[in-house]
């Protein structure tokens, strides 16, 4: 699979074992960012989709894109170089359990792995993507509580099963703020939710919205070209 161009940048992927795909787009383009948001973190970045689109949508922010894979960082340091942001991206090769920054994150974000139980790919790096052997939640959580200022927060993206397990572990540090639940057309299941948690319990009950991808194969709601549309060529 060769490179995949946005408006504004293009991502190459061939040596990243995550391409860019939905899941990440809509994380990047979902996640709502405060003005006070200057120092992010995009954990597991993959090829540096997310810390792109976090880039362009802020504007001065510094973002560090971290991952495990030496092939995903130095692709992602190629990737941040050729785009508009390359002076604030910042990629790092590390496990986030040992990964100690000189200051915390106002922000993280991630698409994390979440295969628990299923038989792991031959693709070592992908399993590593795809796969808590890795990174379980609780060990994401741990270092997002570790990594974030008292105000800041966290935002991923998770199928619905485990979603719902996530928000759970999560309730013993953070509150959930925004969700956005993701159906592909209007008939079938949730398939993915969004959500970001804060460390502050919310002063009102949080946002819990749906979005529709299409009604018909490349027939894209008004709802979802608005979300994409900053970024995805087609719209």
């Known amino acids: ?126 399993s590593r993507a795809r796969h808590t052997a890795s990174l379980s939640f609780a060990e994401l959580l741990q270092a997002a509580d570790r990594l974030l200022t008292p105000e800041g927060r966290l935002a991923v993206v998770l199928p619905t099963e485990e979603a719902k397990r996530f928000r759970l572990l999560a309730s013993q540090r953070f509150w959930l703020e925004a969700r956005l639940d993701v159906r592909t057309t209007p008939r079938r299941p949730v398939k993915r939710s969004l959500m970001l948690f804060g460390r502050r319990q919310p002063a009102h009950e949080p946002a819990i919205e749906e979005l529709v991808i299409q009604t018909a194969p490349e027939t894209f709601t008004p709802e979802y070209r608005a979300l994409t549309g900053d970024f995805y060529l087609k719209f």
């Open 1 to 126: 699979m060769g490179g995949f161009r946005f408006k504004q940048f293009a991502v190459e992927q061939e040596r990243s074992p995550m391409k860019v795909g939905t899941d990440g787009v809509l994380l990047g383009a979902w996640v709502p960012l405060r003005p006070e948001d200057r120092l992010l973190l995009d954990l597991g970045t993959g090829c540096g989709v997310i810390a792109l689109m976090l880039a362009q949508r802020q504007a001065d922010a510094r973002i560090t894109a971290l991952d495990i894979d030496p092939d995903c960082v130095e692709q992602t340091r190629e990737n941040a170089e050729r785009s508009p942001w390359g002076g604030r991206i910042t990629a790092v090769e590390a496990p986030v359990q040992e990964f100690f920054p000189p200051e915390p994150f106002d922000l993280i974000v991630s698409n994390p792995p979440y295969f628990e139980n299923s038989l792991l790919s031959p693709d070592a790096g992908r």
